[in-house]
């Protein structure tokens, strides 16, 4: 990685900082986040070919406001500052930032002034998406606007002594259609970055690394089905062959026909070393009577723990434990052990406490990649699309997905109902259009007619989001007719359910789970 074309991402607690990092790899320049406190000596001795300021909450005035080194806008290493990040670097550089008289949220047309580099390329009036009550109002000779709007007279700026550059607008969402090329006149006509970030050329060279740090050892891998260990196993398998051990735990809270899928994939499709484990029965045991999300969780990661270490230990020569860790759980891992605000909303068990309960090394090709990077990865390998594709799975799998008590039969009719939701999905065409889909059990019971019959049964709920990073979620708008058609199978075909809802919330305020 010391050796790629980097572009560094400060974050000062923008919920973009992530968004920003994936458009930047888009232009096919490797992109890493750092925290704002990073000093310029150390900034300067990863050599980045240039740095992005994020946006961020604070206002840059308020005493308790995130700052960056001084000294990193002196080290000729051109910089874009976003939002926050060009009030901050602005005002750095002599400028002054105060509260506009009038707030700008949402989209907003802005003129270019100025285009030749930061906009080269586009010309006139642009559309926009702004976030911002601050603003950068009182400026220095060395200052030169690049863009305006009606409310915003620097919605652009350059100082070309210090290689800075500043937007008032976000480029990285979808809402400013012409992002990604403003991007990439940063990054690649500004910063000079060519397009050296492909998953072919890191195939290659993480197969070779792989085979050189694990050597004649053996690595045991928690294989779960999902995308990231799926194709984290095939990679590593790639690598060094029979010397990986594939173990996947059938923990009783797997979606219809899941193990089955698994076994054909990677004892047919790829020849691996797979052991399955059938410990339905251990975690049901364990479950019963807790109502509690949190502890179903911790329960669950605990057996899967215990269960995993059981088999592990058998697999003579193994010193690596291979992981799918994704950077956004490597982000928020660092960023929790280093003492984070960030509230705890759920527990995760892929990043925390296994490689220590049993004495391994940990072995994470995907530390520094995202969840598309991973797809194209798997795609590249030869991953069927089903699971290059799949939807996102709860670690605690439909533990969280019943609320409530976990049984064998309330697990049986999720499942069914789960099944007709995602078949009728992948029949209109649009599972792929679709981020995450999946049904819930709730914990109630509903009165209606069957025949001629009063009924007292169960309600499924439907949930669909579209999102980009999963932090922020929109729900899908799904064709009358397909709901229709889902609602009519699941009560006439799933014994227990009277009752079908469509959950339109978004994230936040809601979680894309409910448990």
């Given at each position: 990685?010391?050796?790629?074309e980097t572009?560094?991402?400060?974050?000062?607690?923008?919920?973009?900082?992530?968004?920003?990092?994936?458009?930047?790899?888009?232009?096919?320049?490797?992109?890493?986040?750092i925290?704002?406190?990073l000093?310029?000596?150390?900034?300067?001795?990863?050599?980045?070919?240039?740095?992005?300021?994020?946006?961020?909450?604070a206002?840059?005035?308020?005493d308790n406001?995130?700052?960056?080194?001084?000294?990193?806008?002196?080290?000729?290493?051109?910089?874009?500052?976003?939002?926050?990040?060009?009030?901050?670097?602005?005002q750095?550089?002599g400028?002054?930032?105060?509260?506009?008289?009038?707030?700008?949220?949402?989209?907003?047309?802005?003129?270019?002034?100025?285009?030749?580099?930061?906009?080269?390329?586009?010309?006139?009036?642009?559309?926009?998406?702004?976030?911002?009550?601050?603003?950068?109002?009182?400026?220095s000779?060395?200052?030169?606007?690049?863009?305006n709007?009606?409310t915003?007279?620097?919605?652009?700026?350059?100082?070309?002594?210090?290689?800075?550059?500043?937007?008032?607008?976000?480029?990285?969402?979808?809402?400013?259609?012409q992002?990604?090329?403003?991007?990439?006149?940063?990054?690649?006509?500004?910063?000079?970055?060519?397009?050296?970030?492909?998953?072919?050329?890191?195939?290659?060279?993480?197969?070779?690394?792989?085979?050189?740090?694990?050597?004649?050892?053996?690595v045991?891998?928690?294989?779960?089905?999902?995308v990231?260990?799926?194709?984290?196993?095939?990679?590593?398998?790639?690598?060094?062959?029979?010397?990986?051990?594939?173990?996947f735990?059938?923990?009783?809270?797997?979606?219809?026909?899941?193990?089955?899928?698994v076994?054909?994939?990677?004892?047919?499709?790829?020849?691996m070393?797979?052991?399955?484990?059938?410990?339905?029965?251990?975690?049901?045991?364990?479950?019963?009577?807790?109502t509690?999300?949190?502890?179903?969780?911790?329960?669950?990661?605990?057996?899967?723990?215990?269960?995993f270490?059981?088999?592990?230990?058998?697999?003579?020569?193994?010193?690596?434990?291979?992981?799918?860790?994704?950077?956004?759980?490597?982000?928020?891992?660092?960023?929790?052990?280093?003492?984070?605000?960030?509230?705890?909303?759920?527990t995760?068990?892929?990043?925390?406490?296994?490689?220590?309960?049993?004495?391994f090394?940990?072995?994470?090709?995907?530390?520094?990649?995202?969840k598309d990077?991973?797809?194209?990865?798997?795609?590249?390998?030869?991953?069927?699309?089903?699971?290059?594709?799949?939807?996102?799975?709860?670690?605690?799998?439909?533990?969280?997905?019943?609320?409530?008590?976990?049984?064998?039969?309330?697990?049986?009719v999720?499942?069914?109902a789960?099944?007709?939701?995602?078949?009728?999905?992948?029949?209109?065409?649009?599972?792929?259009a679709?981020a995450?889909?999946?049904?819930?059990?709730?914990?109630?019971?509903?009165?209606?007619?069957?025949?001629?019959?009063?009924?007292?049964?169960n309600?499924?709920?439907?949930?669909?989001?579209?999102?980009?990073?999963?932090?922020?979620?929109?729900?899908?708008?799904?064709p009358?007719?397909?709901?229709?058609?889902?609602?009519?199978?699941?009560?006439?075909?799933?014994?227990?359910?009277?009752?079908?809802?469509?959950?339109?919330?978004?994230?936040?305020?809601?979680?894309i789970e409910?448990?």
């Amino acid at each position: 990685m010391s050796e790629q074309e980097t572009i560094l991402i400060m974050n000062f607690g923008s919920q973009y900082a992530q968004l920003i990092a994936r458009r930047v790899r888009e232009c096919e320049v490797f992109s890493e986040i750092i925290p704002h406190t990073l000093k310029a000596e150390e900034i300067k001795r990863r050599a980045p070919k240039g740095i992005i300021m994020s946006g961020g909450p604070a206002s840059v005035y308020a005493d308790n406001a995130p700052k960056c080194d001084p000294a990193i806008l002196d080290l000729g290493i051109p910089v874009l500052g976003i939002c926050y990040g060009m009030q901050l670097g602005s005002q750095i550089l002599g400028a002054k930032v105060k509260g506009a008289a009038r707030r700008e949220y949402g989209r907003t047309q802005m003129n270019v002034l100025d285009d030749s580099d930061l906009f080269a390329g586009l010309h006139g009036e642009l559309t926009v998406w702004m976030s911002h009550g601050d603003q950068v109002e009182s400026v220095s000779s060395d200052f030169e606007t690049l863009a305006n709007s009606k409310t915003c007279p620097n919605a652009a700026v350059r100082i070309r002594s210090k290689r800075f550059y500043g937007v008032q607008f976000h480029p990285e969402v979808t809402h400013t259609p012409q992002g990604m090329k403003i991007l990439g006149n940063f990054v690649h006509g500004i910063c000079g970055c060519g397009n050296h970030w492909r998953m072919e050329d890191f195939i290659k060279s993480e197969v070779a690394a792989i085979r050189e740090r694990v050597g004649d050892k053996r690595v045991v891998c928690g294989l779960s089905g999902g995308v990231d260990s799926s194709v984290a196993a095939v990679l590593i398998w790639k690598a060094i062959g029979d010397r990986l051990k594939c173990i996947f735990v059938d923990n009783g809270l797997l979606r219809a026909r899941e193990a089955r899928s698994v076994e054909d994939t990677f004892r047919n499709h790829f020849p691996m070393n797979l052991e399955v484990v059938d410990a339905s029965e251990r975690f049901l045991t364990r479950l019963q009577g807790v109502t509690d999300p949190e502890k179903k969780r911790k329960i669950i990661g605990h057996e899967f723990i215990a269960v995993f270490r059981d088999v592990a230990a058998k697999v003579q020569g193994a010193q690596f434990l291979a992981q799918g860790t994704l950077y956004p759980d490597a982000i928020e891992s660092a960023a929790a052990h280093a003492g984070g605000t960030t509230a705890v909303i759920k527990t995760h068990h892929n990043v925390g406490g296994l490689p220590a309960e049993l004495g391994f090394e940990l072995l994470e090709p995907f530390r520094m990649l995202f969840k598309d990077e991973v797809r194209r990865i798997g795609t590249a390998l030869g991953l069927p699309d089903e699971i290059v594709w799949r939807h996102p799975f709860p670690g605690p799998g439909l533990a969280v997905r019943v609320l409530g008590e976990v049984t064998k039969e309330r697990l049986d009719v999720l499942r069914q109902a789960d099944s007709i939701f995602i078949d009728e999905i992948r029949e209109a065409g649009l599972y792929r259009a679709i981020a995450q889909a999946f049904a819930v059990l709730l914990p109630v019971s509903t009165v209606g007619v069957m025949g001629d019959e009063r009924t007292y049964q169960n309600v499924v709920a439907l949930r669909a989001v579209q999102t980009e990073d999963f932090m922020t979620a929109d729900w899908f708008r799904m064709p009358d007719e397909v709901l229709a058609r889902m609602s009519n199978r699941i009560v006439n075909e799933v014994k227990g359910v009277n009752r079908v809802v469509y959950d339109i919330s978004t994230k936040p305020p809601s979680t894309i789970e409910w448990e």
